[in-house]
């Protein structure tokens, strides 16, 4: 959740934390820990805040299958209501991925 916070943070803090590992540690506990709605939602959270505003987070992320893992994601957790908070953080994940902005 903290690693969450700060990625949620200016785009230097976000670029320093894809730099040290943070994309790669985060996608990793994903995997890990799929089917642990307390790791996989903040792990989701910091993956999308991670790829918000940041090209360099948005490749590390790319590069390393988060698309297809975020739509794989999507697939597993279709409960509207139980599945809320996961679809919410995949959605929010996917929408950063593939917004163009100006940095």
């Known amino acids: 959740a903290t690693l969450g916070l700060l990625a949620a943070s200016r785009l230097e803090v976000k670029q320093a934390i894809g730099k040290t590992g943070g994309v790669k540690i985060t996608m990793n506990a994903m995997a890990a820990h799929a089917d642990n709605l307390a790791v996989l939602e903040p792990a ?10 940041c090209v360099e987070n948005k490749e590390r992320i790319s590069k390393r299958g988060g698309i297809d893992e975020l739509v794989q994601i999507l697939n ?3 409960d509207p209501v139980a599945d809320l908070p996961i679809i919410r953080q995949a959605i929010g994940g996917l ?3 593939s917004s163009k902005h100006v940095e």
């Open 44 to 53: 989701l959270t910091t993956l999308k805040h991670l790829a918000a505003a």
């Open 76 to 78: 597993r957790f279709t």
């Open 95 to 97: 929408a950063n991925l």
